[in-house]
């Protein structure tokens, strides 16, 4: 068979990698994707597995970190005005907590209605949340640049910080617990199950050093996009990337299983596939291979791999189901509540928030419940047929069950499933055998079938700790994404900077490919 050649070769076709391949391609390369899969897109993907009509997002549903990317904050290269991306943005509150007794909260992108909903119930803890959001988003504008450039070496970036008093406040959240910042700051329950539940997205324990950057990260995020449920789902993030590719002279391979990447004299020169294709690389080849899994696929990695083996994967992680439903979901709230963008169902029970980190931490699907939801078909009618719904909903789950491997999965995930549904419905009446039309369970393990970034089903791929972040992701020597002792390798996933999340993290991949090749960045990148 001919062999293929082309500038850039890129392993992968998840929303990173395609991200790197659409800049290089837009800067007037030849650029080839190879994806294992018959599909593109990685944590980015809406397929339609339980009816016919009935779109889920599989993995990522809030598309929302790429929005602080200068990738479509700017539109650097045209998503949102030419290649198809919308948003499909409202009115209603971004995010927020419904509790078991119908009462809620709701966070709006907005800062004074957020904070009218949590004065409800405590006047000091809507001054204490004004004050903390006041102070944290003066930071987001350095964090939404930092995480879409090369990372800065973590040394040097806490020296820095170290130098001012605002670097000293950012630095106390890298070193502060959740647990510390929220009863540094709160003291109202529900205040305080809210501000938890915000804060361990981020799958770090409540107690865990440094968790607290969590609950100022995600906070502000919020607090500075609107939510990022796309049109037409997740996918539509990766399909705008893959148009933009295409249009710029890129093509992307589907089925097609990279096993080696060839090197000569210790410079990467392609790759192959497992059914014996071949495509060679003029440039530079980057890969979305897990550096866990590294030296399977590149000779010469082997320490640098057992050294990535060591790094943890997140505290705990996520079990998710996907429903088809007759109707729209209707939670037992008042209406202003009804269609939050994303929604905590939850106890108005700190102790039992903080329990249930612990717990999945220790390898238990927690003894207490809660969870979250998703209902896109409210704001994208495309989601459903007329007049049904999806609702994409999960709880906080181990990767590994304590004392099992992963496998052992299988032999729960339906009742665990199951459990999840039930005990939704106590917050949702209508979630009955009436209304689901359909369901799909999605343990740890389906995760990580999807794709080997998602380690023992860790959504975040590794700890998003913060040694993790930066110039520490995965480990220090491979963190600028090139592969010592192997010339034109670089490595670009949900394991390296700026971590697990939709974010079109191959933006600093790119910058770095371009810097080491001496091309010129201003073409496609607006620094
Ligand atoms: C269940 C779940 C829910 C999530 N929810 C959110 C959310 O709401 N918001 C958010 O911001 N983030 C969320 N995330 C995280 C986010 O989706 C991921 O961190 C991110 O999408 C991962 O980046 P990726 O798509 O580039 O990587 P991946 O999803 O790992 O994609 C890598 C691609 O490369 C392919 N590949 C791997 N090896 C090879 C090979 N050898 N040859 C060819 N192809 C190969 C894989 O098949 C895959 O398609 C979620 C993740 C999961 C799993």
């Not at 070496?153 to 959240?173: M, P, Q, V």
């Amino acid at each position: 068979m001919a062999e293929a050649v082309s500038d850039f070769v890129i392993v992968g076709a998840g929303q990173n990698t395609l991200t790197a391949a659409a800049y290089l391609a837009a800067a007037g390369n030849s650029v080839t994707v190879l994806e294992r899969h018959p599909y593109w897109g990685g944590g980015c993907i809406t397929h339609e597995v339980t009816l016919p009509g009935f779109r889920h997002d599989l993995h990522a549903t809030n598309v929302f970190m790429a929005r602080a990317n200068p990738l479509v904050r700017l539109d650097e290269l045209g998503l949102l005005s030419q290649f198809g991306l919308r948003y499909a943005d409202r009115e209603a509150a971004s995010h927020g907590t419904v509790f078991d007794d119908g009462s809620a909260i709701a966070l709006y992108k907005d800062l004074e209605r957020s904070c009218d909903s949590i004065g409800r119930y405590s006047s000091s803890d809507a001054k204490a949340y004004r004050e903390f959001m006041l102070r944290t988003l003066k930071y987001i504008p350095l964090f939404s640049m930092a995480l879409f450039l090369p990372p800065a070496n973590g040394a040097t970036f806490r020296k820095l910080l170290a130098a001012s008093a605002e670097g000293r406040y950012l630095l106390d959240f890298f070193n502060a617990s959740t647990i510390d910042v929220i009863d540094q700051n709160f003291t109202h329950e529900r205040t305080k199950v809210h501000m938890l539940r915000l804060a361990t997205e981020m799958m770090m324990r409540a107690d865990a050093p440094g968790s607290a950057f969590g609950l100022m990260f995600m906070a502000g995020l919020y607090h500075s996009y609107p939510p990022g449920f796309v049109v037409g789902g997740s996918q539509g993030f990766s399909d705008a990337l893959v148009r933009c590719l295409q249009h710029h002279g890129g093509e992307i391979v589907t089925g097609a299983e990279v096993n080696q990447v060839t090197t000569d004299r210790g410079r990467a020169t392609g790759v192959t596939t497992t059914d014996g294709r071949r495509y060679s690389a003029r440039l530079a080849v980057i890969a979305g291979l897990v550096p866990w899994k590294l030296s399977d696929y590149v000779a010469g990695t082997e320490a640098l791999t057992e050294r990535c083996k060591q790094v943890p994967t997140s505290d705990y992680t996520c079990f998710l189901t996907h429903l088809a439903l007759d109707e729209a979901p209707l939670p037992a709230t008042p209406p202003e509540f009804q269609s939050m963008g994303f929604t905590v169902v939850a106890p108005i029970d700190y102790d039992a928030m903080v329990r249930m980190t612990y717990d999945a931490q220790q390898g238990h699907v927690p003894r207490d419940f809660s969870a979250s939801y998703v209902c896109a078909s409210n704001g994208d009618p495309s989601r459903a047929p007329a007049g049904k719904s999806t609702l994409y909903l999960y709880r906080t789950v181990p990767t590994l069950l304590a004392g099992q491997p992963l496998e052992a999965w299988d032999s729960i995930a339906e009742a665990t499933g199951d459990d999840l549904v039930i005990q939704t419905a106590r917050y949702i009446p209508n979630l009955t055998p009436r209304t689901i039309l359909g369901r799909r369970y999605e343990s740890p393990l389906d995760i990580q079938r999807e794709s080997p970034s998602y380690q023992n089903g860790d959504v975040a791929s590794l700890a998003m700790t913060p040694d993790q972040f930066m110039g520490g992701r995965p480990i220090p020597e491979l963190a600028d994404y090139r592969v010592p002792g192997v010339n034109g390798l670089y490595l670009c996933g949900p394991f390296m900077h700026p971590g697990g999340g939709a974010n079109g993290g191959g933006r600093p991949v790119a910058i770095k490919v371009m810097m080491d090749l001496g091309m010129k960045l201003d073409k496609v990148f607006q620094l």
